[in-house]
């Protein structure tokens, strides 16, 4: 396993695009994460997700940002009618995680979105 | 309010120097503090992770130090090399949320010959 991917890597869209990032866990991880990261700031939380659960959604941005994990494993992350404040990187992390342990979040390289 | 405040926010060194990044955060209540590192354009890579109970934990040249009742932590780093050059993200965990980081907003290091 090479670690967490992320696709595309690099995203250019228009103001009022719509779209879709992807994230590939490290297998068997059950924890996946998605944050946001502009420059010179540290990531930011923006939903959680245990196997296909996502378990916390209330730090999305607004209501044009959702998330999917359909099948427990690889997630998608959706960004609907874009604005320029919406150019980021966007970073995925997976865990594993068993009862209350702490769990180490390993990252994905980001997709960086520019919204002209 | 949960914050994570990192000082300095920048620092030129010279290889081989030694380096302190300093970590102050109110998150409540408290489950565990990281420390990553972050190249330009790629996601963080953890290299402490740190439980109330520890005072300092150590990765090579990485060694990192918690008070948890002042509430600080300190990342040190020792002979510092050129690939030191990235940005040093403090992180902490609030205990039953999920898991869910807080992140400081880093401090870039750079390391020059």
């Known amino acids: 396993d090479t670690g967490v991917s992320q696709d595309p890597r690099h995203k250019i869209t228009k103001r009022g695009q719509n779209v879709t990032f992807r994230c590939d866990p490290i297998?068997?991880?059950?924890?996946l994460y998605w944050y946001r990261q502009t420059l010179g700031q540290g990531p930011e939380f923006l939903t959680y997700?245990?196997?296909?659960?996502?378990?916390?959604k209330s730090r999305l941005l607004s209501d044009r940002f959702s998330a999917e994990r359909p099948k427990g494993s690889f997630s998608t992350l959706e960004i609907q009618r874009t604005e320029q404040g919406d150019s980021a990187m966007y970073l995925c992390?997976?865990?594993?995680?068993?009862?209350?342990?702490?769990?180490?979040?390993?990252f994905g390289p980001g997709t960086r979105l520019t919204v002209l | 309010k949960n914050q994570v405040e990192q000082s300095p926010q920048s620092l030129i060194i010279l290889e081989g120097k030694n380096c302190t990044l300093q970590?102050?955060?109110?998150?409540?209540?408290?489950?565990?503090l990281r420390w990553y590192k972050q190249d330009t354009g790629r996601g963080p890579v953890s290299l402490t992770i740190?439980?109330?109970?520890?005072n300092t934990k150590s990765n090579g040249r990485y060694t990192a130090t918690l008070d948890a009742d002042t509430k600080q932590s300190s990342l040190h780093i020792t002979a510092s090399q050129l690939s030191d050059s990235a940005s040093y993200i403090c992180?902490?965990?609030?205990?039953?949320?999920?898991?869910?980081?807080?992140f400081g907003g880093g401090t870039r290091l750079m390391v020059k010959p």
């Open positions: 970590c102050n955060y109110t998150v409540s209540p408290f489950s565990n």
């Open positions: 297998s068997e991880h059950n924890r």
């Open positions: 740190m439980t109330f109970s520890e």
């Open positions: 992180v902490v965990s609030v205990r039953g949320a999920g898991n869910m980081l807080t």
């Open positions: 997700f245990q196997n296909e659960a996502q378990l916390e």
């Open positions: 992390a997976s865990s594993f995680i068993a009862g209350v342990s702490a769990d180490t979040q390993y």
